[in-house]
């Protein structure tokens, strides 16, 4: 599968190494030139594209127009929202995956913004500690 990532934080850097190692080819958009520089030493520069993924433009130069999935995963809902909108509408994108940063923001992501699959990972935490906790005991 062809995948493009936006967003080459410590979330979008891990993404990219676990669908690397199964095979799949994936392609980085990262708006800030200090991180894109960083990266620069971990993936090959044919791999990322500096520029905001809000950017039909960018997103073109990345490849969107062979991608079969987009995963938005910047550390703003803003950004994440614009990115699944377009990915869906605009392009046509068959699977968008979106990470909500701020709990709050979770009911936007849904269908009519363009998410297939919403993670949020303030949710997802906060209910594994829960389980974790043994709470009976503390009674």
């Known amino acids: 599968m062809k995948i493009i990532i936006v967003g080459g934080g410590q979330?979008?850097?891990y993404?990219?190494?676990l669908l690397m190692s199964k095979g799949h080819t994936i392609h980085m958009i990262e708006h800030?030139?200090?991180v894109y520089n960083k990266l620069l030493?971990?993936?090959s520069?044919?791999?990322l594209v500096l520029g905001?993924?809000?950017d039909p433009e960018i997103l073109k130069k990345a490849g969107i127009a062979s991608a079969d999935v987009v995963s938005a995963v910047t550390g703003a809902d803003e950004i994440n929202?614009?990115?699944s909108t377009l990915a869906k509408m605009e392009f046509g994108i068959s699977r968008v995956v979106a990470r909500v940063n701020n709990p709050k923001n979770a009911w936007l992501y849904d269908a009519q913004m363009g998410v297939d699959v919403c993670v949020n990972q303030?949710?997802?935490i906060a209910h594994l500690v829960v389980e974790e906790m043994d709470l009976r005991e503390q009674i």
């Open 52 to 54: 905001s993924g809000s």
């Open 41 to 43: 030493k971990e993936l």
């Open 122 to 124: 303030a949710d997802i």
């Open 32 to 34: 800030s030139e200090s």
């Open 45 to 47: 520069p044919d791999l």
């Open 81 to 83: 929202l614009v990115v």
């Open 11 to 13: 979330v979008g850097t």
């Open 15 to 17: 993404i990219a190494s």
